[in-house]
């Protein structure tokens, strides 16, 4: 299944080889996919199951656009996860819950800046939320990309020029 979809993916790769590596044109695909999907259920949630209305979670009350927020992320998190591991970038050296654990940490980060993003755009500008919520993600997408990269799914031929890689050491 694996193969399938990264066969997929890089069929699509040749027009955009002068301007990205295939790495990149992998996580923006799945991240497009993941974007998408996370969008669809930002929209489905706002307008549908929280119709617009707090959201009375027993602790706390959610305005409609974060309660959207945080159901759309629940989805988004799993699913950008699997594809980023399994698509993007399985040449990483780290293991899975190491990866799990650090892919929590930049979806945090993320969420963060999504939610203050999506309620200066909403709370205080008043701009739509569907809007606003499509301006925070293009925000999240550099972050997330530049966090994924760098921290989450680390390769071997991202050390310092100072550091050994362990599979070039001498026996």
Same mark, same amino acid.
């Given at each position: 299944m694996r193969k399938k979809i990264i066969s997929f993916i890089d069929f699509f790769y040749p027009p955009f080889k002068r301007i990205m590596p295939l790495q990149t044109f992998r996580y923006a695909a799945c991240g497009g996919a993941n974007t998408l999907l996370g969008l669809v259920l930002y929209y489905i949630g706002f307008h549908y199951i929280f119709d617009k209305e707090n959201f009375d979670a027993r602790v706390i009350v959610f305005k409609p656009h974060n309660a959207s927020l945080f159901l759309s992320g629940? /989805? $988004? @998190?799993?699913?950008? @996860?699997?594809?980023?591991k399994f698509l993007v970038f399985a040449d990483s050296y780290l293991k899975g819950r190491i990866?799990? @654990?650090?892919? /929590?940490? $930049? /979806?945090i980060l993320s969420l963060i800046i999504n939610y203050f993003v999506l309620n200066i755009l909403v709370v205080y500008f008043h701009v739509e939320a569907f809007l606003s919520q499509l301006i925070a993600t293009f925000i999240v997408i550099v972050v997330s990309y530049i966090t994924q990269k760098n921290f989450t799914f680390r390769v071997n031929n991202q050390v310092l020029p100072d550091q050994k890689i362990p599979s070039q050491e001498l026996i």
């Open positions: 629940c /989805f $988004s @998190f799993i699913f950008g @996860f699997l594809l980023n990866q799990l @654990f650090r892919y /929590f940490l $930049s /979806f």
